[in-house]
């Protein structure tokens, strides 16, 4: 199940309580403080940043360029070159660990 966590960008508590819609998006309002606002989920934004890493990779732009391009931290975008197609022959020569029990 995908949890998403919100915290209240006023007091930082999760007690939020679901107070209706607008533009499109679910309105919150803090049990705590009673801060009201749209909060944003993390996971579908961080989802299409990810997105948009993953095809600057393909395009061989250079990481600190797509740090930059899209504000995904280095480290990040590190993670995701290793998982593109692109790089991935470049990164699978530096590790060749012995297989125990073949050859
Ligand atoms: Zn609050």
Redesign the pocket.
């Known amino acids: 199940m995908l949890q998403t966590t919100l915290a ?1 960008a ?4 999760t007690a939020l309580r679901k107070n209706g819609h607008s533009h499109g998006k679910a309105k919150y309002r ?1 049990a ?4 009201q606002a749209a909060f944003e989920p993390a996971a579908p934004r961080k989802a299409a940043q990810y997105a948009q890493v993953e095809k600057l990779l393909v395009e061989r732009t250079s990481q600190r360029s797509i740090v930059r391009a899209t504000g995904v931290a280095r480290m990040t975008v590190a993670k995701l070159a290793k998982k593109s197609p692109g790089q991935a022959a470049a990164a699978s020569q530096a590790q060749s660990a012995p297989h125990p029990g073949t050859g």
Do not use: I, T, V
């Open positions: 209240c006023k007091c930082g508590s803090c705590a403080c009673r801060y």
